[in-house]
């Protein structure tokens, strides 16, 4: 079987999702090539007439199409022309595209009365069309597998994570960008701004933009700036407790545990919001502290950054935790759900060609 498969980037959700599990799965033998986005019109191309695509041709030899967050309308339309030639397309998906809140900038350009060639609704219309569906979490699995054909694939992280080496300390602080997260800091109230009043280092990894507004915070904190993929595990260890909010949104309800499941696979024991998949994470793996009002945030996070005992037992116990969650523990998954979108889509072809 071999599988060809189209990352959507080469940040975090074309690594997370697909690129990790397919360089550990091709290094383990399967016949897995990786098209990256740079690469994409000449792994796959098409012809179109009066403005529709008519004809798409995928890279010889192809059993297996993977395609990620598809939200462009004609690359939604060559799934059933790809299908039609006996071609099984697993379409990735990981967030509920059809709830993002206007703050985000993603909304403008997602919204199907926009100017660009991207929506939603093509997200929706390539799962639908698809032979299988992959997501990150149970409610999107209903969200864009009520057909029946799809799988929860859960975010990991590679195993090399979990040996990187961390020098502790009380150092405060939250990977990730404004820009994208527009209203998720805000849920911590004024509790990192009570902090870093008493003394506490807050430290960003990522562009410390907004930041300091979104937390109102007396001091603008530390930033890292921008981090690339390859180093981010790395970075993220520098922090000494983690904070890990979300706002409560239909939005949210969805997200995956990635974000404190990176923090507690490189020994930053993290608080967070108790939203379904963080809860689960905590509940059933023991990774991080939970808080949900500000009054909760200040007290849990001050904890940590005071009590070293505290802060190495949470630390010990969420690495623990992050270890049931590799990418080379639970390949397997992601090699089965391509299996079984082989196994329907040759069915799908034999009853085809019967008629």
Known sequence: MKVSVFAADLFGCGYYRLIFFAKHLRAQGHNVTIIPPSNRRNGLTGEMKDGRLISVTPPPGTDVIVLQRVTHRP??????????????????????????????????ALHPKSRTEHDWESASMACQRATMVTVSTPSLLKIYAAHGRGVVIPNCVPELFLSMQRVDSGVIGWGGSVHSHPDDLQVVGPSMRRLQSEG?????????????????????????????????????????????????????????????????????????????????????????????????????????????????????????????WTVEANSWRVMEAWSEAFKIQRSHSSVFARR
């Open 200 to 324: 506490h280092i807050f430290q960003v990894v990522g562009p410390g933009d907004g930041v300091k507004d979104a937390l109102a915070l007396p001091n603008e904190p530390l930033a890292t700036g921008n981090v690339n993929i390859e180093d981010w595990a790395a970075t993220l260890s520098i922090l000494g407790v983690g904070i890990t909010p979300l706002a409560i949104t239909r939005f949210n309800n969805s997200k995956s545990w990635l974000k404190p499941l990176e923090k507690a696979s490189v020994g930053v024991p993290s608080v967070m919001s108790p939203l379904p998949e963080y809860a689960r994470l905590h509940r059933d793996y023991g990774v991080g502290v939970l808080a949900e009002k500000p009054t909760q945030w200040y007290r849990e996070v001050k904890r940590l950054a005071e009590d070293e005992a505290w802060r190495h037992e949470v630390s010990e116990r969420s690495r623990a935790g992050a270890a049931h």
């Open 75 to 108: 690359v939604a339309d060559a799934i059933p022309l790809l299908r039609a030639q006996g071609v099984a397309v697993v379409v990735d998906i990981d967030d509920d595209l059809l709830a993002i809140a206007p703050s985000n900038p993603a909304w403008e």
